[in-house]
């Protein structure tokens, strides 16, 4: 089973800013579309920001483009987050997950087609 590990996660005061990485273990990311979801207490986990195989194409959720930064780096087989000017509607557990042969509107906004998530990592925005 492939699988994700998220780290970066911490808690953060408003406006501040963190990291994510997202490492694959056991299988390649080459041709594997990213997605970075979250999940904050009492919603569902909605799509954050998604990139496609190569890299070349983005997509955001509209409240967080501007502040935030998908990318990869195949060589690494890593996927990471920035995020800047954190609020505190940021706060929740953010994971990634992987898909193919979708728009990465799409991806992100139905979610990908995988039954496998990583444990995530928690990003709290409180003062």
């Known amino acids: 089973q492939s699988q994700f590990v998220e780290s970066g996660g911490g808690l953060v005061q408003p406006g501040g800013s963190l990291r994510l990485s997202c490492a694959a273990s056991g299988f390649s990311l080459d041709y594997s579309q990213i997605g970075w979801f979250r999940q904050a207490p009492g919603k569902e986990r909605e799509g954050v920001a998604c990139i496609s195989s190569s890299g070349a194409t983005t997509y955001y959720a509209d409240s967080v483009k501007g502040r935030f930064t998908i990318s990869r780096d195949n060589a690494k087989n890593t996927a990471y987050l920035q995020m800047n000017s954190l609020t505190v509607e940021d706060t929740g557990v953010y994971y990634c997950?992987?898909?193919?042969?979708?728009?990465?509107?799409?991806?992100?906004?139905?979610?990908?087609?995988?039954?496998?998530w990583g444990q995530g990592t928690q990003v709290t925005v409180s003062s």
């Open positions: 997950a992987k898909d193919r042969g979708r728009t990465l509107q799409a991806m992100c906004e139905t979610g990908p087609r995988t039954k496998y």
